[in-house]
């Protein structure tokens, strides 16, 4: 999913961004539960990488609007 949603337009990421916030078992599930994967690689293993911050920042306009 990743690869195929990321290679299209940055609504296309907020749209399955989204999707996977509705699998939330509560408000109280942070970012951590809902985007583990995404969220770790993000955060910390890409957390320098100039390459990726467009996504960095899709995923915090996302929790901040969430």
Sequence with gaps: MGFEVASQRKE?????????????????????KIFPLLYDRLSHDYRDDPTFEAFRRILRDHMMET
């Design 12 to 32: 296309a990421i907020r749209d399955a961004l989204r999707r996977l916030q509705k699998l939330a078992d509560g408000p109280q599930d942070g970012p951590k």
